[in-house]
């Protein structure tokens, strides 16, 4: 499901010059969330995450995603970091 869901937005943000780093389900006192971690060759500020956050948004609404009851967390991946792998 991760896979779908990182190519379906990559296809669709593409556009905003972004790409998608990272798509993870995590849980944080007791509520899931589906985190999609965005990336760029540029700054993501808060406009860029607002734009990806409605096209995002519909691509989740459409998707039949089997985890029930979760909140979608769309964040920018932070420069310097190292990947959890």
Request: glycine content about 2%; charged content about 45%.
């Amino acid at each position: 499901m991760k896979e779908e869901i990182k190519e379906k937005v990559d296809k669709e943000i593409k556009q905003l010059n972004m790409f998608v780093d990272d798509v993870y389900f995590s849980e944080e006192e007791k509520v899931k969330n589906l985190n999609i971690v965005l990336d760029s060759d540029t700054i993501i500020d808060i406009e860029r995450i607002t734009e990806a956050s409605k096209i995002i948004n519909e691509i989740i609404d459409e998707m039949d995603i089997e985890e029930e009851n979760y909140v979608l967390d769309i964040h920018s991946k932070e420069k310097g970091s190292v990947d959890n792998e």
